[in-house]
């Protein structure tokens, strides 16, 4: 990245990508800093906005996490992974209305992505539309089995399988841009109640939102 930067200053791209690397290690103060490096030079590219927000959510600076998911959401609407972010943090926050607004919309730019799935039926959990919550877990389960996991946790599809094979609402957990912590004890209540909402981390980064496109350096 640096032999880049020395023949053309504007290059965001090799920095970018050495961020991507140093996240996927889990080196997340690292790749805070590099992928701020990259906005800087790509002049607010909203999808390298969108990477930062969510290597800043890893790494549990929420606060600063909102802010960059909203800014690269002002200057590109139709990303998903901002919207998961933010999804998310409604869940977080137990505002099942929001969540369920960005679950939505994120759904829309891209329907098979299972975290997405997981996270509106998170929603739709929370607001005890339980009938539809199940629908869509079922979803996730089905995009799961046809497509992998892509950038969800296999602990918490393993989960909420379980809990769909025993005919009951999953235990609530926050997907998108974290890898769960360890799930505990299965929730033994009815399908008629709701668990208290986990909050896992995770380094790793969504594909969906690419700033780089699957270019190869």
């Known amino acids: 990245a640096q032999d880049a930067q020395r023949y053309d200053s504007e290059w965001w791209v090799p920095v970018s990508a050495s961020a991507s690397v140093l996240a996927a290690e889990g080196r997340l103060d690292e790749a805070i800093e590099e992928y701020k490096r990259a906005v800087t030079l790509s002049r607010d590219n909203p999808l ?8 800043y959510f890893s790494a549990g600076l929420d606060r600063e996490a909102e802010s960059h998911a909203r800014k690269a959401l002002a200057l590109n609407e139709d990303l998903s992974s901002p919207r998961l972010l933010l999804a998310e943090w409604a869940l977080s926050r137990r505002n099942g209305e929001e969540a369920l607004e960005h679950a939505e919309r ?7 992505n299972v975290v997405a799935r997981l996270c509106r039926a998170d929603a739709l959990a929370l607001l005890e539309r339980e009938d539809e919550a199940m629908t869509e877990y079922t979803k996730a389960i089905e995009y799961w089995s046809k497509l992998g996991p892509q950038t969800a946790s296999v602990d918490r599809l393993e989960q ?10 999953p235990e609530l957990g926050l997907q998108g841009g974290r890898a769960p912590q360890k799930a ?3 929730d033994q ?8 909402i986990r909050r896992p981390r995770r380094p790793k980064i969504s594909i ?4 780089l496109d699957g270019l190869m350096l």
């Open 48 to 55: 390298v906005l969108s990477q930062l927000a969510t290597v």
């Open 106 to 112: 994120a759904i829309s730019i891209a329907p098979q």
């Open 160 to 169: 909420v399988s379980k809990a769909l094979s025993e005919k009951r609402i």
């Open 184 to 186: 505990g004890a299965q």
């Open 189 to 196: 209540k009815t399908s008629k109640s709701v668990s208290k």
């Open 208 to 211: 969906t939102d690419d700033p």
